[in-house]
């Protein structure tokens, strides 16, 4: 199985961040993986296509996104024809933020965008049009304190932003999202442990002590999705990664990840990620290199 390409950024341990604007006519790096955290910012990109962890998503005219370290993405040119693609990307290292200034009430949105980003985040038009000229300032400010002081106020700004979602699946991320619902937190550490098996609502709703229906109606309400819904996002992540990962046929990862037919698997994958199993194996490896 080929390896995913590690990048060695320029990012050097005296930097708080590293900042880059590039213009070109096309995207080519491969699919990478790197230890420091990334935003990136693509402007006239319609049709540029973001693979992140196992989202894959056909860009509009703008694209700004949050990626925590060590999570495979790339941005490929796929159908895009614009001949003047604007990119902005900047590294730096989670520990720039310590636990401890983290820690701090004020500092409680960045400790929250900090954790959704290590399954990426992609931001809507609201915010990349109220943080681009912070971006295009940061591009042209001397490299110093005010520079390290508009950075700031880019990761805030970003922080406290409602408009935005969520990318690659935290199973194929293999990471846990923190919930401040204890009752939550425990369904879904059931579901990770237990994904591969039948599970039924009464069993969740009985481990919180809740009737079936009131415990649905309190997880949509706290997740913004159904209790279905989110068993069958976890059980794709794991596919995926098996996908990715292994050369298992996807007949044996659609019975190992907790689905019991393969015409279903292929439906729901197909509906979920806008391609068969198949297809993202194949697409996925594409965007390998052996290292």
């Not at 930097?15 to 230890?35: A, F, I, N, S, W």
């Not at 949105?109 to 912070?134: C, E, H, S, W």
């Not at 194929?172 to 599970?199: C, L, N």
């Not at 044996?252 to 990840?257: A, D, P, S």
Request: proline share 1%; aromatic share 10%.
């Amino acid at each position: 199985m080929n390896e995913i390409i590690s990048e060695i950024t320029r990012l050097t341990e005296k930097d708080c961040y590293h900042l880059v604007e590039r213009h070109k006519k096309q995207h080519t790096y491969p699919m990478h993986r790197h230890g420091e955290m990334e935003i990136n910012f693509v402007e006239n990109c319609q049709g540029n296509r973001r693979v992140v962890g196992d989202s894959i998503e056909v860009l509009g005219n703008y694209d700004l996104a949050l990626l925590g370290g060590g999570l495979e993405h790339t941005w490929e040119q796929y159908e895009c024809k614009s001949q003047d693609i604007r990119e902005i990307t900047i590294h730096f290292s989670r520990d720039l933020f310590s636990d401890a200034f983290l820690a701090k009430t004020h500092m409680q949105p960045l400790q929250d965008l900090f954790n959704r980003a290590d399954v990426g985040v992609a931001f809507g038009m609201k915010t990349i049009m109220r943080v681009y000229d912070r971006l295009n300032e940061l591009v042209n400010m001397e490299p110093g304190f005010y520079s390290v002081m508009k950075f700031f106020e880019l990761m805030y700004e970003l922080s406290i932003s409602t408009d935005y979602k969520l990318l690659s699946s935290s199973a194929f991320a293999h990471v846990k999202m923190s919930t401040d619902s204890r009752r939550v937190q425990k369904v879904k550490e059931y579901i990770d442990s237990h994904y591969r098996e039948e599970i039924r609502l009464q069993d969740l709703a009985d481990l919180v002590s809740m009737t079936a229906t009131a415990f649905s109606r309190f997880f949509k309400l706290r997740t913004n999705k159904s209790i279905s819904e989110y068993i069958i996002d976890i059980r794709l992540g794991h596919a995926s990664r098996l996908l990715a990962d292994s050369t298992m046929a996807v007949v044996e990862i659609c019975y190992h990840c907790g689905f019991n037919n393969i015409s279903n698997f292929n439906r729901i994958f197909k509906k979920r990620k806008g391609c068969t199993p198949t297809e993202f194996r194949e697409n996925y490896h594409k965007k390998h290199i052996i290292v």
